[in-house]
């Protein structure tokens, strides 16, 4: 059941409750109640429901981590009249020109889940990759991930399957594999567990409160870790909430959007007050309210190649006055091609991360996840408002990138030099195997 059917049915309790009262009591406030009739009593339940509504998103606001879980479709379509959502977002895939692309899987690391979306002894599907996996933990808490077709006849291990230990138990005959190796270990009719059944398993770690998986097009071995935040595993910072959006273009354009230095002034200077769609962020309405950005992208050089970062000054102005109280400073450092951390510092809202994570779920369709923890003395608000904020300028380059091509060869001015930079560095994820996209396949209506 929502938080909101919830909170309803409490609210009609509570609203049921004090008519009863107001049946049963007889002191004189009582009786003065009962002396309006049923429109008193009525309206007496309407302002305690309504003030209990109001206490339980107060609860909500101050105590709650965020949640904001976009439909694929929710976000940066725009429909002609008569036509939903998700049929323009329909629409546009069908139609789209998917330009001269890169290979569409890049060697690295890639986020699957939370860690408290996974209890013990509890397994789920997760679609990655053009794969279907099965991510479970078993009930020493070590979390694995394997390939979710059982390779007896084919059975979906996340759908009914079982977990035995640290095994996960197929739910059409019963057979038992390892979560480390994928080694099958019991066939509950069969005497002898032949040595080739194994299932495929994926190298993972789970670090920073995410479970991620290791995907090289040859099958290679990890060539790095996933930075573990210390401030996170000590329990300093805790977590206050996610955001969740797939993206409907190349992996590699997102990535790129942090050395696209001049879209910055263009696409994100306009107030968040004015929101994420494209035709209205310019309106005169929210002038008075703009960010200034000034931003800076640099790969790192060995043994950390594999990452780079940006370093973003950012400036609120309201009405062109300045407030340098609110300047935030972010260092986001992308490691791989699909983990980046935003961490903040600021001297009063304090510090923390956003780990923004990009998984390809098919060739063209990414789920990109914010996770953000935050120190724990300081009021969940905070960042939340940030997390928040952050969503409103994030969802105004999904407009971009779902409805853009890839271009290949870009026509760029030397302002621009960072994005051909950009490309050098990201080119290292991709190797002669790595999967391209042949013909643009269609598993997923939204
Ligand atoms: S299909 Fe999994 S045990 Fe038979
Ligand atoms: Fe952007």
């Known amino acids: ?128 990759l053009g794969e279907q996996l099965a991510v479970f933990r078993g009930q020493d808490g070590a979390s694995y991930v394997v390939e979710s077709y059982c390779p007896h006849l084919g059975a979906n291990l996340a759908v009914g399957g079982r977990v035995v230990g640290g095994c996960i138990e197929c739910p059409f005959h019963g057979w038992q594999f390892q979560g480390k190796g994928g080694k099958c270990v019991r066939i509950p009719y069969a005497d002898k567990v032949p040595e080739f059944a194994t299932v495929r398993c994926w190298p993972s770690c789970e670090v920073n409160g995410q479970i991620l998986i290791w995907f090289h097009c040859d099958g290679g071995e990890p060539q790095w870790a996933v930075p573990e935040q210390q ?27 942090a050395a696209d230095i001049s879209h910055l002034a263009h696409l994100h200077t306009p107030g968040f007050a004015s929101g994420v769609d494209l035709r209205f962020t ?23 190649k594999h990452c780079s970062q940006m370093f973003v000054k950012h400036a609120l102005t309201v009405f062109g006055f300045h407030w340098p ?72 380059d999904v407009m971009i990138w779902n409805n853009k091509k890839y271009v290949s060869q870009p026509l760029l001015v030397k302002e621009d030099a960072a994005i051909l930079r950009h490309r050098r560095w990201f080119s290292q994820f991709y190797s002669e195997n790595s999967p391209r996209l042949r013909h643009q396949r269609r598993s997923l209506d939204f």
Not at 63 to 92: H, I, K, M, S
Not at 231 to 257: C, D, K, L, M, S
């Open 1 to 128: 059941m929502s938080t909101g059917k919830a909170a309803a049915l409490l609210a009609l309790g509570a609203a049921a409750l004090l008519l009863l009262r107001a049946e049963q009591r007889s002191d004189s406030t009582w009786t003065q109640t009962e002396a309006l009739g049923a429109a008193g009593r009525a309206l007496l339940c309407a302002i305690g429901g309504v003030a209990l509504l109001a206490a339980l998103w107060l609860y909500r606001l101050l105590w709650c981590p965020l949640e904001l879980r976009r439909a694929p479709e929710d976000v940066g379509y725009v429909p002609e009249a008569g036509r939903t959502r998700a049929q323009a977002a329909n629409d546009v895939r069908r139609r789209r020109k998917a330009g001269d692309l890169p290979p569409v899987y890049p060697n690295g690391w890639y986020r699957v889940l939370d860690s408290h979306m996974l209890r013990r002894g509890e397994v789920k599907g997760v679609s990655a």
């Open 325 to 396: 109280l609110l300047d935030v400073h972010v260092v986001a450092r992308q490691v791989g091609p699909g983990v980046v951390f935003l961490r903040f510092d600021h001297r009063f809202l304090g510090r923390g991360v956003i780990m923004h994570c990009v998984t390809p779920v098919e060739p063209l369709l990414q789920l990109v996840s914010h996770t953000m923890f935050y120190q724990a003395n300081i009021p969940s608000v905070v960042p939340k408002f940030i997390l928040r904020i952050e969503c409103v300028q994030f969802e105004r």
């Open 231 to 257: 401030e996170i595993t000590e329990g300093r910072w805790v977590y206050r909430g996610r955001t969740e959006h797939f993206i409907n273009a190349h992996i590699e354009e997102i990535p790129e959007n």
């Open 282 to 304: 310019n309106s005169k309405t929210w002038e008075f309210l703009r960010h200034d950005w000034k931003v800076r992208w640099e790969p790192e050089s060995e043994p950390n």
